[in-house]
Nanobody, 123 residues
């Protein structure tokens, strides 16, 4: 049974920081690229960040570039998203996802999803 479990969400003031974590189990971790997506009320799920199997390549949505950093810990089978200089428009449910292919930005390309964690940024 594949499981992706997110943690670290919460309420933070604009300009603050949060670090999200995703613990993966039930899969061979290094066979998958990993991504973070987010979904705000009334909006489609959108790509936030992705990372290659080895962690050597990363990809970001323009809206978060320079503020967010994705990383993966191969030994502990975890993926993290460090979020700095948070803005109210970052408010959303954030999802961790695993992908056996090579298309990073399309949510339909991902095989497995976590349950999501709420991030709320107040002004």
């Amino acid at each position: 049974q594949v499981q992706l479990v997110e943690s670290g969400g919460g309420l933070v003031q604009a300009g603050g920081s949060l670090r999200l974590s995703c613990a993966a189990s039930g899969l061979t971790f290094t066979r998958y690229i990993m991504g973070w997506f987010r979904q705000a009320p009334g909006k489609e799920r959108e790509f936030v960040a992705g990372i290659s199997r080895s962690g050597s390549s990363t990809y970001y949505a323009d809206s978060v570039k320079g503020r967010f950093t994705i990383s993966r810990d191969i030994i502990n089978n975890t993926v993290s998203l460090q979020m700095n200089i948070l803005k109210p428009e970052d408010t959303a449910v954030y999802y961790c996802a695993a992908n056996s292919g090579s298309v990073y930005v399309r949510s339909a390309a991902y095989n497995y999803w976590g349950q999501g964690t709420q991030v709320t940024v107040s002004s």
